[in-house]
């Protein structure tokens, strides 16, 4: 399993654990898997595209339209596809960021929902996914 697969198991599993509302309205894009090319060529048609934030937190907040978060791990880069993915949304009202670590990812999310860090950290809990 790679890093950032790691990485994104471990921040969903603390939204989950921690925040099980916003877990409800906090979605996952696999547009990184492997497939044969006609798999590939019907994922595209069914509208699969290059880019697409890895995630999506549908919740409207301080006149943004929702969240998403790229996550990067390690020497990870933006791809083009990526970053115009990120200005698109922007421009469109979303907030948009990109987050090296599920740490980082967290952090991000408590800030777009207003919730303090510090508060967070006694009542909150790590639960890890370790490959």
Sequence with gaps: MKN?????INFMNW??????DVFEDTHH???QRSCSIQEGRKLKRMGVK??????????????KAGLWLELKVGSGKLSKEQSDF???K?????DC???????EAIDILLNYLEISSSDCNSNCTNILYNN
């Design 29 to 31: 894009f696999a547009n």
């Design 50 to 63: 290059r880019g697409v934030s890895d995630i999506f937190v549908a919740i409207p907040k301080n006149g």
């Design 15 to 20: 939204v989950s654990y921690n925040l099980p």
């Design 4 to 8: 950032e697969d790691v990485a994104q």
């Design 90 to 94: 922007k421009e469109r009202g979303y």
């Design 97 to 103: 960021h990109v987050a090296w670590g599920y740490s």
């Design 86 to 88: 990120l200005e698109r």
